[in-house]
């Protein structure tokens, strides 16, 4: 079981990572946090309908797994508490 749980803490980590990577990727709407880094270049990069449409589904799709190993992991917490 300590396998287990140490595999999803460390999943959980990596999605972690990777989801606040993939928020801060989004096209700003005016103002906020991805003005501060540099919005009016992301403005002309993220430019493609289909980029940002991709860029949403795997972000909903990391979200999801995230939520998943979360959810694993408080029930793996429950049955066999260290």
């Known amino acids: 079981m300590t396998a287990l749980r140490i595999s999803l803490q460390v999943l959980l980590a990596i999605t972690g990572m990777f989801l606040v990577m993939l928020v801060l ?12 880094f540099g ?23 990391m979200a999801g797994l995230w939520t998943v190993v979360v959810v694993l992991l408080g029930i793996i917490e429950r049955v066999n508490p260290s």
């Not at 919005?39 to 799709?61: D, F, K, P, Q, W």
């Open 25 to 36: 990727l989004h096209k700003g709407k005016g103002g906020g946090m991805s003005d501060m």
């Open 39 to 61: 919005g009016g270049m992301s403005s002309a990069a993220g430019s493609s309908g289909v980029a940002e449409r991709n860029l949403n589904i795997i972000t909903v799709v």
